[in-house]
C-alpha cells in the first residue's frame, strides 16, 4: 500500500528530523528541503499530498510557497509554522491559502490532527461543486462563484466571516462549508449569539465546573467542547458583548479553552465560522466590535448575494420550494406565468427565508392549483416609499416591518388620486381585488 508523501521545509535539521519521525509514525514518507528554492525544485519532481513548511527560511518565506503553489493551481494543502504568538504571520498565510498554521514550539498532538485533517482532503473540486449545487441553489453567476468558493474555502481551516441580508442563508453555506471538509463527520455546532443571556455567555461557550457559581449543580461541557474536530459556526456574531468578546479572541489564538470554575485549559480543535447580518466594519469603527477579533473571525470573507441580485434564479427557487409544500398535498399546486413574473420583479427585504414564506401562505390558502399574482398578496417594495428605512431584525419582525411598508405606500397612492381606489390600484401595480384585500388586512378600509 502507497504511504501518503509530504513536504518538509526548515532550515534547521534538528525541526526537519522531528517532523520527519512523527509523520514516519503515522505511515506518512516524507522528503525534506532547506530552502524556498530547494522546496520548489521538489515540488515540480514529486506528486506530495501535503507540504509542511516553517514561515522562516534562508532565502525567502513559508509565505511564498504558498503563493506558489496557488499560482499553479495546485491543490496540495500546505500549513505554515510560525514563531509563538506571530498570529499575524499565520492570517496572511491562511489568506493566501494555506490549509493552516502551527505555532513553535511544535505541540505534536495539534501536528498529528492537522496533518489528519488535510490528508483527508478531496482532490476532486469539480464533484463538490456538483454535490453542493443540487444543496444550494441558483444557476445564477453570483451562485455559482459562491459555490466555488465554498469548495476552497472547506479546504482550509482559515476562519471564514460569512456576510449577508437575513434571509440569504447563511447558515445554510456554513453548514456546506463543514460538509464540503475533512471536518464533516465531526459535530456542526450552530449558536445564535443575540439569543443567550449575557450571564450565562460564558458557561455557555466555554462550559462550567460543578459548584462554580449558584446553579451549577453539574460540570456542564461548553459550546467549543460540543463542537471538539468539527465546526463551531457563530451565527449573529455581532450581538458578543465586549467581555466574551475577549474570551473568545484568546480561544481562537491559543486554540485552548477554560471551563468557569477551572484552573487549567483545555486544547480544542475546532474551526470557526461566523456570521451576521450587520455591518461588522462599521461597528469596529464606532467601537462596539473589538478590531483584533474581527481581524482573526475575518481571516476570509464570504459574502451571499441577496435574492433581488440573482432573479434568474427564482424560478428554481421557487419551483423546488413548491414541490417541498406539495409533497404534503393531496393535489398539486403551481405558479401562473403572471405569479412566477410577479416574484421576479419583487425587492425581497426577507429574501430566500421571505419566499418560503410566501409560497407557504400562497399553498395554504389556495383554493385551487394554480397560484396567481393576487394570491401571493405580495407586500409593497419599499423603494416606491420614501425615505423607507432599512430592514433591521432586532428592531421589527420582517412581517411588522413590510406591513408599515405597505400601509404607507398605500396611503401616499390614495391621497395621490383622492382616494379613488381603482385608480390607487393602478398606481401601486395591483389588481382592485388585491388593493381591497390589503385595505382589510391592514385596518384602512
Excluded at 453555506?173 to 464533516?184: F, G, K, T, Y
Excluded at 383622492?418 to 389588481?431: D, H, M, P, Q, V
Aim: hydrophobic share 40%.
Amino acid at each position: 500500500m502507497k504511504h501518503p508523501l509530504t513536504l518538509v521545509v526548515d532550515d534547521e535539521p534538528d525541526i526537519r528530523e522531528l517532523l520527519s519521525i512523527t509523520l514516519k509514525r503515522m505511515n506518512i514518507d516524507t522528503l525534506c528541503a532547506e530552502n524556498v528554492d530547494s522546496a520548489r525544485q521538489l515540488l515540480q519532481q514529486h506528486p506530495f499530498d501535503l507540504c509542511l513548511t516553517d514561515m522562516k527560511l534562508p532565502d525567502g518565506n513559508g509565505l511564498e510557497l504558498v503563493e506558489y503553489l496557488q499560482s499553479t493551481g495546485s491543490t496540495i494543502p500546505i500549513a505554515v509554522i510560525t514563531a509563538h504568538g506571530n498570529m499575524d504571520t499565520a492570517i496572511k498565510a491562511m489568506k493566501a491559502g494555506a490549509f493552516d498554521f502551527i505555532s513553535k514550539p511544535v505541540d505534536l498532538p495539534v501536528l498529528r490532527q492537522i496533518v489528519t485533517k488535510a490528508l483527508q482532503l478531496a482532490p476532486d473540486a469539480d464533484t463538490k461543486e456538483r454535490r453542493t449545487r443540487h444543496i444550494l441553489l441558483g444557476e445564477s453567476e453570483p451562485m455559482r462563484q459562491v459555490r466555488s468558493k465554498i469548495d476552497k474555502l472547506a479546504r482550509s481551516q482559515a476562519p471564514v466571516y460569512i456576510s449577508g441580508e437575513s434571509g440569504s442563508g447563511k447558515e445554510l453555506v456554513a453548514r456546506l462549508i463543514h460538509q464540503q471538509s475533512p471536518r464533516s463527520d465531526k459535530p456542526f455546532v450552530a449558536v445564535n449569539c443575540g439569543a443567550i443571556p449575557p450571564e450565562l455567555m460564558e458557561s455557555e461557550f466555554f462550559g462550567h465546573k460543578k459548584g462554580s457559581f449558584s446553579g451549577a449543580i453539574a460540570d456542564k461541557k461548553g459550546l467549543f467542547q460540543a463542537a471538539e474536530g468539527g465546526t463551531l459556526f457563530l451565527d449573529e456574531v455581532a450581538d458578543l458583548p465586549p467581555s466574551l468578546q475577549v474570551k473568545l479572541l484568546r480561544a481562537i489564538q491559543e486554540k485552548k479553552v477554560r471551563a468557569v470554575g477551572e484552573q487549567h485549559e483545555t486544547p480544542v480543535d475546532v474551526r470557526i465560522l461566523s456570521a451576521t447580518h450587520k455591518d461588522l466594519n462599521q461597528l469596529v469603527q464606532e467601537g462596539v466590535f473589538r478590531q483584533d477579533l474581527y481581524y482573526r473571525i475575518n481571516v476570509i470573507d464570504l459574502n451571499i448575494p441577496p435574492l433581488r441580485e440573482r432573479g434568474n434564479d427564482i424560478a428554481q427557487l421557487a419551483e423546488h420550494i413548491l414541490a417541498s409544500l406539495n409533497s404534503n398535498n393531496a393535489f398539486q399546486v403551481r405558479l401562473s406565468q403572471s405569479a412566477l413574473t410577479a416574484l421576479k420583479h419583487y425587492h425581497f427585504p426577507g429574501n430566500v427565508r421571505e419566499l418560503e414564506n410566501i409560497l407557504e401562505r400562497a399553498v395554504a390558502l389556495s383554493d385551487g392549483k394554480t397560484i396567481d399574482a393576487d394570491d401571493l398578496n405580495l407586500p409593497i417594495n419599499p423603494e416606491i416609499v420614501p425615505d423607507a428605512p432599512a430592514f433591521d431584525p432586532s428592531k421589527a419582525s420582517l412581517e411588522d416591518y413590510l406591513e408599515d411598508i405597505e400601509r404607507t405606500a398605500i396611503t401616499i397612492a390614495l391621497e395621490n388620486n383622492r382616494w379613488n381606489k381603482t385608480a390607487a390600484a393602478k398606481e401601486l401595480g395591483l389588481s382592485f381585488r388585491s388593493l381591497r384585500y390589503r385595505l382589510k388586512k391592514l385596518g384602512l378600509d
